[in-house]
């Protein structure tokens, strides 16, 4: 019978995974679930410890091991990254009796012998397309399929299991910001000294993505554009910059935001240029940017809430005549491939799946602190993400590179 992987305290990057799934079953035992049906992109990362990005489901009884249902093109793959035997990764097709929904049913109904009770899934919203919510036509289909269970969301319970970081977590994302810091390395020398001359978005994204991908990224992962690269007026447009064949131009501001992932940890720094020459006008929006950004990281601690950075961050930016260029929210959610959105896990808040603003941070928790600054009508803008680490008296950023707005020659 398989067993459950050790956990080797001399791997910096080891993650317990046996101590993970009883937490979700501890979680399933408190809830009465006999069963869970996974989903999205994020679970399978924490449970799996591998990449999964063909639609896969997995069924996590109360006692026992998980078992995985990807696409069959992907199974033998999937076996071979990840902790599970071949009895717990298995392939689904378009056949009869082979569909997802199908082997799932057989699989619960005539290999675990259950036929009846409640079956925890994942259904919720997000603000990007790749979350991996359980669609209404395969609830439909899941519910007519077995009909002796009552369907539970109980997402919650996988959130609540992986909102604190343990320390190899914590090392993979300290890899992944030391590698995407390689990248803003290899484009700041890419566009210095007249380099960045008849060079397009797409090419420097490709610069970095190369020198990311030397030093051990496996993935730009980010859905919106992979790097987002923009220049000039494309810089004030908002948060997703897809790069294009826009070239660089003197007088313009710059914005390269980079993507890595180490051992399905997510890199994901954005930094900011101005060409020269730059007009005081432009300096003084990078000036105040700057300024706001590294207010909020002094202000990141255990004990303090996401309403509480906004209204300070607000006060501040108002304070230096630039509140009407930030854009509301200081940060978005960080873990492991998958899980980009949401902060805490809680499911009593305000406004269902959107930051709770008075979300306490613990130490250990992680956030991605990002800001973003727009001046449409001065074609410029600019952007922060950094993945930190909530830590008791303040945060620790896993991207290294400098804040700072330099005007490039």
Not at 10 to 26: H, S
Not at 259 to 272: E, I, R, T, V
Request: proline residues 4%.
């Amino acid at each position: 019978m398989m067993k459950m992987p050790l956990y080797d305290p001399n791997d910096p990057y080891a993650v317990d995974l046996e101590t993970r799934l009883v937490e979700i079953q501890a979680g399933m035992h408190a809830r009465d679930l006999d069963l869970y049906l996974a989903s999205r992109i994020r679970t399978m990362s924490f449970v799996l410890d591998a990449f999964v990005p063909w639609r896969s489901f997995m069924v996590i009884p109360a006692e026992g091991l998980p078992t995985v249902f990807t696409f069959v093109i992907d199974s033998a793959r999937l076996l071979s990254e990840t902790w599970l035997d071949e009895d717990h990764v298995r392939g689904y097709f378009g056949a009869s009796g082979a569909d997802q929904i199908e082997v799932i049913q057989y699989f619960i109904e005539d290999e675990l012998g259950i036929t009846k009770g409640r079956l925890g899934y994942e259904s919720g919203m997000a603000t990007y397309t790749a979350e991996g919510w359980m669609t209404h036509y395969e609830y439909e289909r899941f519910r007519d399929a077995l009909p002796g269970f009552e369907f539970v969301n109980a997402h919650d319970i996988v959130d609540q299991a992986s909102l604190i970081k343990d320390e190899g977590t914590i090392n993979r994302f300290r890899e992944a910001g030391r590698i995407v810091d390689a990248g803003h390395k290899a484009a700041r020398e890419a566009i210095e000294n007249g380099g960045w001359k008849g060079m397009t978005e797409t090419e420097l994204a490709g610069i970095a993505a190369l020198a990311m991908r030397r030093e051990g990224s496996v993935s730009e992962w980010n859905f919106a554009g992979l790097n987002e690269i923009s220049s000039g007026w494309r810089t004030g447009l908002g948060a997703c910059t897809p790069p294009t064949t826009k070239e660089f131009a003197a007088g313009e501001a710059l914005m390269f935001d980079l993507h890595a992932m180490f051992k399905l940890a997510l890199g994901d720094h954005s930094h900011n240029y101005l060409i020269a020459p730059a007009s005081e006008r432009q300096r003084w929006h990078a000036d105040n940017f700057v300024a706001c950004v590294q207010f909020v990281a002094d202000s990141y601690k255990a004990g303090a809430t996401p309403g509480d950075l906004i209204t300070e961050c607000g006060r501040f930016a108002e304070e230096r005549g630039c509140s009407d260029y930030i854009l509301p929210g200081v940060e978005h959610g960080i873990g492991l491939f998958g899980d980009e959105w949401r902060v805490g896990a809680s499911m009593d808040v305000p406004i269902p799946y959107w930051t709770d603003p008075d979300h306490v941070y613990q130490e250990n928790e992680m956030v991605i602190l990002a800001m973003q600054y727009a001046a449409p009508e001065d074609e410029v803008g600019f952007r922060y993400e950094n993945p930190i680490v909530i830590k008791k008296d303040g945060c620790e950023l896993t991207s290294k590179y400098p804040l700072a707005i330099e005007e490039i020659e």
